[in-house]
């Protein structure tokens, strides 16, 4: 058994438990997608029992998501599956909501366009798109803590960086996502959420 481990995870798993407990209530098939070592798949599907709880990532990460999920034996816990933002064709999985957290600033924006476009396609109406990590806002300065973290991104990778809060809502409208909820979390963070409309009539 390999299993991965993030401290990060550990630190902000509390704080964003207790606000997918609101946004899950009457919602029962979760994708999460980049769930990394595995850690919060496991211990959000353990504090809710009432959600399938379908990790997924790139091939290199599902050893450690599958180690997490045997070491849980939870049956709510799905085996984690290989989805890819690079890819439009998604697995097919039955969602009401998407979970993606500290991924947006990783991958390309590319990708984050893939990931929105990608949920609103999977999501019924009602459906929702939950995002963590650190954010832009045009009103005010970055954090100095998330200014550092962006610059270090950059040198590492190019295409990564923390996103505009504006530019990734423009998205979600585009792909009929309507902001839901934008609260603070501890260290700089932002959970984020978007609810999908229904089609006009
Ligand atoms: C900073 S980690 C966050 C992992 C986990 N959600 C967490 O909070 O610890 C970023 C994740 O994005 C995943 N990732 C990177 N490129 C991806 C891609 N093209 N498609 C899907 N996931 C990707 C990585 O494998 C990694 O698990």
């Not at 085996?79 to 064709?89: F, H, K, S, V």
Request: aromatic share 8%.
């Amino acid at each position: 058994m390999m299993q991965d481990f993030a401290p990060a995870c550990e630190r902000n798993k509390v704080p964003i438990l207790s606000v997918l407990r609101g946004i899950l209530q009457g919602r029962h098939n979760v994708l999460e997608i980049g769930s990394g070592t595995g850690q919060h798949a496991s211990y959000f599907s353990r504090h809710l029992p009432h959600v399938r709880w379908q990790p997924s990532d790139l091939p290199d990460q599902l050893a450690s998501i599958n180690a997490y999920r045997q070491k849980s034996g939870l049956s709510n816990l799905l085996e984690p599956i290989g989805l890819d933002l690079r890819c439009t064709d998604w697995p097919v999985v039955n969602a009401d909501a998407v979970v993606c957290i500290n991924c947006v600033h990783i991958v390309s924006w590319a990708l984050v366009t893939n990931l929105f476009a990608g949920s609103a396609k999977l999501l019924p109406a009602g459906g929702v798109l939950f995002v963590y990590g650190p954010y832009r806002y045009s009103h005010r300065p970055l954090e100095t803590s998330n200014e550092n973290f962006d610059r270090w991104l950059k040198q590492r990778d190019g295409h990564s960086g923390i996103r505009d809060f504006d530019a990734v809502n423009e998205l979600a409208l585009q792909n009929g996502l309507q902001l839901e909820n934008d609260r603070p979390m501890p260290a700089n963070n932002r959970s984020i959420w978007w609810c999908k409309t229904p089609p006009p009539a």
